[in-house]
């Protein structure tokens, strides 16, 4: 069973932390690097699979936010805790937030949506997405090598690396339960503010 999962992990792995990276990521690009240091796969593959899947995502929001203003999808978005400010926020400070959208967890769909929505010229926002994807990827995919490192040292080598590999699909996971929290508390706080 262990085997079959590491196997999955080694064919599949730099896919699910690009599909991962696609919506709010953070936790992708951690279990990405995480797992290059297991030698699952290189660490610059982790981090360009990350790098473009963040770029692919934000694209996609903008896109959506450009082309389909009056879609339902995109009318929900709007009424999301949060919108208001993240378009007085690129409209004041366009380049900034572009670049610091994905830093902030919860703000990156509505974000990418407003984007889409303002006046920022496509190139720009392409050129920005881009030098933002790449260093949100490296920073991340660090993290979750750095991360790595700790572990073994904390747990030791004698492990097997397919319990080291499930730590890390553990940790992964508990990062992002509790970012989901925090999220959710983030979008409370913003819906009493908003009222």
């Not at 690097?33 to 473009?52: C, D, K, R, S, T």
Request: positive net charge; proline residues 2%.
């Amino acid at each position: 069973m262990t085997e079959a999962i590491h196997h999955f992990i080694e064919q599949y792995g730099l896919l699910a932390v690009f599909l991962g990276c696609v919506a709010e990521g953070e936790s992708a690009a951690i279990l990405g690097g995480f797992f290059a240091h297991q030698n699952v796969f290189v660490l610059w593959h982790a981090i360009v699979a990350a790098a473009l899947g963040a770029f692919v995502g934000d694209t996609c929001f903008f896109i959506l936010g450009r082309s389909f203003a009056d879609n339902r999808h995109v009318v929900r978005l709007r009424r999301r805790p949060g919108f208001r400010r993240a378009y007085r926020l690129l409209n004041t400070h366009p380049n900034i937030f572009v670049l610091s959208n994905r830093y902030v967890y919860g703000m990156r769909l509505v974000g990418g949506v407003a984007a889409g929505l303002s006046t920022v010229p496509a190139p720009r926002f392409v050129i920005l997405n881009a030098i933002s994807s790449i260093i949100w990827a490296v920073l991340f995919s660090t993290v979750g090598y750095v991360f790595g490192l700790g572990a073994e040292h904390f747990v030791g080598q004698a492990l097997m690396r397919h319990e080291r590999l499930f730590i890390g699909l553990g940790i992964g996971l508990a990062v992002a339960v509790l970012a989901w929290f925090v999220a959710r508390h983030i979008a409370k706080r913003e819906r009493r503010r908003e009222q």
